[in-house]
């Protein structure tokens, strides 16, 4: 069992809302990511980071920002909520090195913006 | 373009019965293959993970074949249980990327029948 936990596990919020996803992990890792997925889609990356102070957009364009403060923290946020955001979001966190070390996935947050 | 196809779609056996989900990508140059496990509103969980030198290997109940001449790989899932109803995901890594960037497929939908 990977050692990366997301909060809140479902959210259901109003347009025009703030909200934060929060994604923490315990093992030392420095490369952390935040996917989106759809129902019966595949993942699709969204934003990554190396380490601390380090962030980057993925392949996927979203309205959603991120930050890295801490090693072991990456919160995901959205400004202001649509119906468009409403999807499951997944964070991840790997190893450093190349050539694709394994990525642990947290519980993943399902959001629903009404 | 990067790709990773997976079929069929979806699968229903009955419980104690075998069967053989595939995959097919052109991701390039190739680091490795895994196949993930995704339970229902739960993030991916790693079955098995496979470089390019490997041509088969085993989980348990779980067999990965990868023939990266060909560029496919199948999921043999033996004398399946309730417990394996789950999406399987076929997930490839580039080698050439240091943030180590997945490839993900659509995902196979397994139900398994009591």
């Known amino acids: 069992e990977a050692d990366i936990y997301q909060t809140p596990r479902y959210l259901v919020i109003g347009t025009g809302k703030k909200i934060t996803l929060e994604c923490s992990q315990t093992?030392?890792?420095?490369?952390m990511y935040w996917y989106q997925q759809d129902p019966g889609m595949e993942l699709h990356l969204i934003h990554y980071?190396?380490?601390?102070?380090?962030?980057e957009k993925g392949d996927l364009s979203s309205e959603s920002t991120v930050s890295r403060i801490r090693t072991e923290h990456f919160p995901l946020t959205l400004e202001s909520a649509r119906p468009s955001h409403t999807s499951q979001y997944l964070c991840?966190?790997?190893?450093?090195?190349?050539?694709?070390?394994?990525?642990?996935f947290g519980p993943g947050t399902r959001l629903t913006v009404t | 373009k990067n790709q990773v196809e997976q079929s069929p779609q979806s699968l229903i056996i009955l419980e104690g019965k075998n069967c053989t989900l595939q995959?097919?990508?052109?991701?390039?140059?190739?680091?490795?293959l895994r196949w993930y496990k995704q339970d229902t509103g739960r993030g991916p969980v790693s079955l098995t993970i496979?470089?390019?030198?490997?041509n088969t290997k085993s989980n348990g109940r779980y067999t990965a074949t990868l023939d990266a001449d060909t560029k496919q790989s199948s999921l043999h899932i033996t004398a399946s249980q309730l417990s394996d109803s789950a999406s399987y995901i076929c997930?490839?890594?580039?080698?050439?990327?240091?943030?180590?960037?997945?490839?993900f497929g659509r995902g196979t939908q397994l139900t398994v029948w009591p």
């Open positions: 995959c097919n990508y052109t991701v390039s140059p190739f680091s490795n």
């Open positions: 991840a966190s790997s190893e450093t090195g190349t050539g694709g070390y394994e990525q642990y």
């Open positions: 980071s190396y380490g601390v102070n380090s962030t």
């Open positions: 997930v490839v890594s580039d080698r050439g990327s240091t943030l180590g960037r997945l490839y």
């Open positions: 496979m470089t390019f030198s490997e």
């Open positions: 093992m030392g890792h420095d490369k």
